[in-house]
T-cell receptor, first 113, second 116 residues
Framework: DTGVSQNPRHKITKRGQNVTFRCDPI?????LYWYRQTLGQGPEFLTY????????KSRLLSDRFSAERPKGSFSTLEIQRTEQGDSAMYLC???????????FGPGTRLTVT | AQKITQTQPGMFVQEKEAVTLDCTYD???????LFWYKQPSSGEMIFLIY??????QNATEGRYSLNFQKARKSANLVISASQLGDSAMYFCAMRENEDNFNKFYFGSGTKLNVKP
């Protein structure tokens, strides 16, 4: 059973640059979630998909963030014009249904200098 | 108001003893779910246990049990017979429905240290 994978694992970028992260969920899972976690805090929900449809986006998510899941399989999260406050761990998770347990990937750690 | 409150930033427990990690929640949704996750120093989030708001019995998964007190809006995690490998961050989380969409909230976590 292949788990959730995320690429890259680490990303260092300069302020103002755009970055894109990829998440590959467990193959039969139709729900995919993105979270952000800063040091010493719990994950903060960003958005989630059922198949290719983006069902919800956190009000905390600025317009610089966009996520896609074009064929209902992998997903990408793009951050435009990065700011130092975007530095965090970005976690992806997937599940069969949304009241079931979510399987998390290892995360992508973003550092904006 | 905080959706999930974990009031214990850090806890110590002696190996082989039981420990309770506190979690209170706030929601007006009658149908919600409560989760506990473990995050070791390696960083991956590991699902431990789930409790639905309509479940009559407290959830149990091996050494983990959830002490669900609905009227008090608390969902404490009990770990029995602690092991050194239980040392990690523990997060309480909630799923609620708002405007016909499910939303997920995590607490700030409790760092558990198991002493030999």
């Amino acid at each position: 059973d292949t788990g959730v994978s995320q690429n890259p694992r680490h990303k260092i970028t300069k302020r103002g640059q755009n970055v894109t992260f990829r998440c590959d969920p467990i193959s039969e899972h139709n729900r995919l979630y993105w979270y952000r976690q800063t040091l010493g805090q719990g994950p903060e929900f960003l958005t989630y998909f059922q198949n290719e449809a983006q069902l919800e986006k956190s009000r905390l998510l600025s317009d610089r963030f966009s996520a896609e899941r074009p064929k209902g399989s992998f997903s990408t999260l793009e951050i435009q014009r990065t700011e130092q406050g975007d530095s965090a761990m970005y976690l992806c998770a997937s599940s069969l249904v949304d009241y079931d347990k979510q399987y998390f990937g290892p995360g992508t750690r973003l550092t904006v200098t | 108001a905080q959706k999930i409150t974990q009031t214990q930033p850090g806890m110590f427990v002696q190996e082989k003893e039981a420990v309770t990690l506190d979690c209170t929640y706030d929601t007006s949704d009658p149908s919600y779910g409560l989760f506990w996750y473990k995050q070791p120093s390696s960083g991956e989030m590991i699902f431990l246990i789930y409790q639905g708001s309509y479940d009559q019995q407290n959830a149990t998964e091996g050494r983990y049990s959830l002490n669900f007190q609905k009227a008090r809006k608390s969902a404490n995690l009990v770990i029995s017979a602690s092991q050194l490998g239980d040392s990690a961050m523990y997060f309480c989380a909630m799923r609620e429905n708002e405007d016909n969409f499910n939303k997920f909230y995590f607490g700030s976590g409790t760092k558990l240290n198991v002493k030999p």
